[in-house]
């Protein structure tokens, strides 16, 4: 990745390492140069951007705002650069996006593996995190897009495209819950063993938005920030588990859980796409967000053909 000046490179890693000799060693450069380098900027700033401490560099608040600055101009070069070699018709291209934990490990390599099918050598860098960080991340400039679930934007970052994610309970096949056509409710399914993401997880605090009883149930019997955890006890149990159809496409499609929707009001959820406000799309992100829109909608038909069958027998 080209560097949009050397003094902004040498800036950035040290904010990453806070040591200026650990940034040297991975710029392949001398401890006095980075510093140097450093010390340019901040007199040209005018202020400090670090706190020379005992254990080693950190941003002041200034720093922090130059550093989300540094970041932005340097994604924002990165993209320009994407868009010249586009020009020259070089098929290549770099994507930097962030994901949920849930999203890492089934629908985003099947993107990925969807795009390099026919654009090889298009790159990725993938981070994880939840839907604040993320949503953070997007603003300072350290990745372009962001997936997950719909929560107001922070300043200077836009919601560019939204996609229904319903919230439903996952059972093993032939679970009396969901053997039989009806509409479900959250209500209908706390009499069950239950299998529980933990309450810091965002699905689980919409859920006990849903219906506060949930809240007041006690310890479900198993409590978990793992959601392949979620999938895998609830495989082989009684129990039940509650994830959107991103979570459980896989299993549902292999036969080894069921997916029903919740049928309360609160259950209504999307996932939506962010990047920065006035962000403009590399060709390399086009393919990427094309084929990402492909995979959900394809994950939605196959969830909405389920559960109008439901539906239709339930009328019956």
């Given at each position: 990745?080209?560097?949009?000046?050397?003094?902004?490179?040498?800036?950035?890693?040290?904010?990453?390492?806070?040591?200026?000799?650990?940034?040297?060693?991975?710029?392949?450069?001398?401890?006095?140069?980075?510093?140097?380098?450093?010390?340019?900027?901040?007199?040209?700033?005018?202020?400090?951007?670090?706190?020379?401490?005992?254990?080693?560099?950190?941003?002041?608040?200034?720093?922090?705002?130059?550093?989300?600055?540094?970041?932005?101009?340097?994604?924002?070069?990165?993209?320009?650069?994407?868009?010249?070699?586009?020009?020259?018709?070089?098929?290549?291209?770099?994507?930097?996006?962030?994901?949920?934990?849930?999203?890492?490990?089934?629908?985003?390599?099947?993107?990925?593996?969807?795009?390099?099918?026919?654009?090889?050598?298009?790159?990725?860098?993938?981070?994880?995190?939840?839907?604040?960080?993320?949503?953070?991340?997007?603003?300072?400039?350290?990745?372009?897009?962001?997936?997950?679930?719909?929560?107001?934007?922070?300043?200077?970052?836009?919601?560019?495209?939204?996609?229904?994610?319903?919230?439903?309970?996952?059972?093993?096949?032939?679970?009396?819950?969901?053997?039989?056509?009806?509409?479900?409710?959250?209500?209908?399914?706390?009499?069950?063993?239950?299998?529980?993401?933990?309450?810091e997880m965002e699905?689980?605090?919409?859920?006990?938005?849903?219906?506060?009883?949930?809240?007041?149930?006690?310890?479900?019997?198993?409590?978990?920030?793992?959601?392949?955890?979620?999938?895998?006890?609830?495989?082989?149990?009684?129990?039940?588990?509650?994830?959107?159809?991103?979570?459980?496409?896989?299993?549902?499609?292999?036969?080894?859980?069921?997916?029903?929707?919740?049928?309360?009001?609160?259950?209504?959820?999307?996932?939506?796409?962010?990047?920065?406000?006035g962000y403009s799309?590399?060709?390399?992100?086009?393919?990427?967000?094309?084929?990402?829109?492909?995979?959900?909608?394809?994950?939605?038909?196959?969830?909405?053909?389920?559960?109008?069958?439901?539906?239709?027998?339930?009328?019956?």
């Amino acid at each position: 990745m080209p560097a949009i000046s050397q003094a902004f490179r040498c800036f950035d890693e040290v904010a990453r390492r806070g040591s200026v000799r650990k940034a040297a060693e991975t710029l392949h450069l001398t401890a006095a140069a980075v510093n140097q380098q450093v010390l340019n900027l901040e007199a040209q700033v005018g202020v400090p951007l670090f706190d020379r401490l005992p254990r080693g560099m950190q941003l002041t608040t200034a720093g922090e705002i130059m550093i989300a600055a540094v970041r932005r101009s340097q994604r924002d070069f990165d993209n320009a650069l994407s868009q010249v070699e586009d020009l020259r018709k070089v098929r290549r291209g770099h994507v930097n996006v962030g994901v949920p934990y849930a999203t890492a490990e089934h629908l985003l390599p099947q993107v990925i593996e969807n795009v390099q099918k026919s654009h090889p050598d298009i790159t990725f860098s993938v981070r994880s995190g939840n839907g604040e960080a993320l949503q953070r991340w997007v603003a300072n400039g350290e990745i372009d897009v962001a997936f997950c679930l719909r929560r107001k934007p922070p300043p200077g970052v836009e919601e560019v495209r939204a996609y229904a994610q319903p919230l439903g309970v996952v059972t093993a096949p032939g679970h009396p819950l969901t053997a039989t056509p009806r509409l479900l409710r959250l209500r209908d399914c706390l009499d069950h063993p239950l299998i529980m993401l933990s309450p810091e997880m965002e699905l689980r605090s919409l859920l006990e938005r849903v219906d506060p009883r949930l809240s007041r149930l006690g310890r479900p019997l198993v409590e978990t920030g793992s959601v392949p955890m979620v999938r895998r006890l609830v495989a082989g149990s009684q129990a039940v588990g509650f994830l959107i159809p991103d979570n459980v496409a896989e299993d549902v499609d292999a036969g080894r859980l069921v997916w029903v929707a919740l049928e309360d009001q609160g259950a209504a959820l999307y996932s939506c796409i962010y990047q920065r406000s006035g962000y403009s799309t590399a060709v390399a992100m086009g393919l990427f967000l094309e084929a990402l829109d492909a995979e959900v909608n394809r994950i939605r038909e196959r969830f909405d053909t389920r559960h109008a069958l439901r539906l239709q027998a339930f009328a019956t």
